[in-house]
């Protein structure tokens, strides 16, 4: 009895839609009728959910593997690795933080046809966002023949950059931006692909401006340090999910990087 209660209170089930044009027979149908339905477009939320748990799985994997080769400075690797282990880490640090925009464009796409691939098509395209930032931090990485025999005091400065980076306008304003395209406004247009697509990389530009001192800073860190993921990953949810905060919270946020940074060159 309370399964049903439980599963429409996190938006799983809801009322099921009555069909038809009439709006009187609607009315009619929804009274003599209370039966539940899976709700759709939260499946699709929770399944690029799932997505990124299935990455956070393969980080913690690759982590494992590499755990005898800490304090080694072995460089990004091929283009073709490190864009293969890029692709995971966003998928497992940034796709929760899209999980709003998904499931507002699934909700407003529900009775188009061809939805469940256009909802893919968002969030492979705000992926694919990433992994150009990705692939231009690769190229200024290599051509600066890193690591060098600093690289800690280049993380710890890239770190508190990021903190500075936080209260920044740009940042502010993209933080800003990210939390108004998560409220689609009014029907999508007639071409729902290029809509998905459009919607995937306005949000991923919006993100990426919002986050991209951090992902440098990831990179700086090495990608298979899991502990620092986790860390970072929650200050990009905390970017996204938490309400507007005053500046006097975002300046502790900052002072925390900042912080961490120092605590970087001090124990390197």
Same mark, same amino acid.
Request: proline share 0%; hydrophobic share 80%.
């Given at each position: 009895m309370h399964g049903p209660r439980l599963f429409a209170a996190i938006g799983l089930v809801r009322q099921a839609r009555p069909g038809g044009f009439c709006p009187a027979c609607r009315v009619l149908m929804k009274a003599r009728d209370a039966r539940h339905e899976l709700a759709k477009p939260m499946v699709a939320a929770l399944i690029v959910l799932a997505v990124a748990a299935v990455a956070w799985a393969a980080m913690v994997q690759q982590s494992r593997s590499m755990a005898g080769m800490a304090g080694m400075d072995m460089g990004l690797g091929p283009i073709e690795s490190f864009a293969a282990t890029w692709v995971v880490m966003m998928a497992a640090m940034m796709l929760p933080s899209a999980i709003p925009v998904v499931l507002e464009f699934a909700r407003t796409a529900e009775r188009r046809r061809g939805w469940q691939v256009a909802t893919g098509v968002l969030a492979v395209t705000y992926l694919g966002v990433w992994l150009m930032f990705g692939v231009v931090c690769y190229a200024i990485y290599t051509a600066a023949s890193m690591p060098w025999p600093n690289q800690a005091s280049v993380v710890g400065v890239a770190l508190a950059l990021a903190g500075v980076y936080s209260v920044s306008p740009i940042k502010r304003a993209s933080q800003a931006r990210c939390r108004e395209l998560c409220a689609l406004h009014g029907p999508l247009p007639f071409n729902l692909m290029r809509s998905a697509a459009v919607a995937g990389a306005r949000y991923g530009l919006s993100c990426l401006g919002c986050s991209a001192a951090l992902m440098v800073a990831m990179v700086l860190l090495g990608m298979s340090n899991l502990w620092w993921a986790v860390i970072l990953g929650i200050v990009v949810l905390i970017y996204k999910f938490a309400p507007p905060l005053r500046m006097r919270y975002e300046l502790? *946020?900052? /002072?925390? *990087? @900042?912080?961490?940074? @120092? /605590?970087? *060159?001090t124990m390197a």
């Open positions: 502790i *946020l900052s /002072a925390v *990087l @900042v912080a961490l940074g @120092v /605590a970087y *060159l």
